[in-house]
Each structure stands twice: as C-alpha cells, then as structure tokens.
C-alpha cells in the first residue's frame, strides 16, 4: 500500500504522506527509541519513523530527479505521515539539491529530540506549519521523557504550531484528517468574515 505520492500541478510539485494504514507501520511507530539522523549537527528522530523514512528515500529522491523543471515543492502530512514528512525536509534539501516551499503537518507526533528540533527550527521553522488539534492524543506523542525511565527517551516538537481545538468525544475523530479538514474551513470561514466586517 502506497505510503504516499507525489504530483504536480502547474509549477507546483507536492509530496504527501498519508498515516498509518498497516501493521508493519503501527510496529515502526512502537520503535521508540532514539537513532541519529543522517545529516550532521542534526541530533536524533525517532528510531521507527527513520526507518520507514530510509525505506521511501529512494523512491522519492528518484521521482524527484525525474521532474521537468523545478517549480515550488511542497511537503504534508498527516499522523505518521507527518512525522515521516518532518524528517524527509532537511534530507530532501540536502541529497536533490532543491528548496522546499513550506511544510505542513496534521496532527503530528514528536519526531526528534531537542537537538533535532533546534536543527530544524534553525534552517525551517519559518516554512514549517504543525497543525495540532489540542484534543488529539497523537501530537502528545511519544511522550517528551522516557515511562518509567525504561521505554522511550526525550521528545520534542518541530515549530511552528498553529493550534485549533476540535472535542468530537472520540479519540479517532479527534485525530482524523476530515477533522483538521474541516477545522481549516471553518478558521477560513471566519477570516472571511472578519474581512468582510473590518476589512
């Protein structure tokens, strides 16, 4: 099943990651140990989302090589296609040689710890947009020191955040793409009508 995809639209190129789907990826998210990263001075990520991440590489930085012309690139992702997405930015940039535009993430887990996430703040944290419902259980996770001192290790979040808070009194809904979905609409809806009023 495919874990994304990549398409262009006029000069504009997208490569989206979806979020969990299988057992295999359920088992790279339990991976939650530390790994460095495979750029230097860019700390560790969580040893699972890595993983996969290694696994895609070569396809995208192969798709990616096959592009007429550069256009703007953009990156997203949601859940585990978030965090994937986080950590494919920098490597994305260094290894295809192009700028990526801006990165936005929904409902994203932690995917580095506080050495990773200066890193990345450093060089993205201006074209870097981490959508999190405040309700949602998964942008609290993994947790940002290890349980019980024995399992996990110390996780942090990328900037910037963009909160909204969507209560559906169910732990899927709360996380569910069509939830952020709708949440956007309804925070554009708004702007709207603030334009229209004091505009």
């Known amino acids: 099943m495919p874990i994304g995809f990549i398409a262009s639209r006029g000069k504009r190129t997208f490569i989206v990651f979806r979020g969990t789907k299988t057992v295999k990826e359920w088992i790279s998210n339990m991976g939650i140990g530390l790994k460095e990263y495979p750029l230097p001075d860019y700390g560790s990520v969580h040893e699972g989302f890595l993983q996969l991440y290694c696994s895609i590489r070569p396809a995208i930085i192969e798709s990616l090589s096959q592009l007429s012309g550069r256009g703007r690139l953009y990156l997203a992702g949601h859940s585990l296609g978030a965090a994937l997405a986080t950590l494919a930015l920098p490597d994305i940039e260094a290894s295809a040689k192009v700028k990526i535009e801006a990165l936005y993430t929904f409902g994203s887990p932690r995917a580095g710890d506080d050495a990773f996430v200066r890193a990345f703040d450093g060089d993205y944290g201006r074209r870097s947009f981490r959508i999190a419902n405040t309700s949602d259980i998964v942008t609290q996770v993994p947790f940002p020191i290890p349980l019980a001192g024995l399992v ?5 979040h990328v900037d910037t955040p963009v909160d909204c808070t969507v209560q559906d009194k169910d732990l899927e809904k709360n996380h569910a793409m069509q939830t952020y979905l709708a949440a956007l609409e309804q925070a554009r809806s708004r702007r709207s009508l ?4 004091f505009g």
């Open 152 to 156: 996990g290790a110390y996780f942090s």
């Open 194 to 197: 603030f334009q229209r009023l």
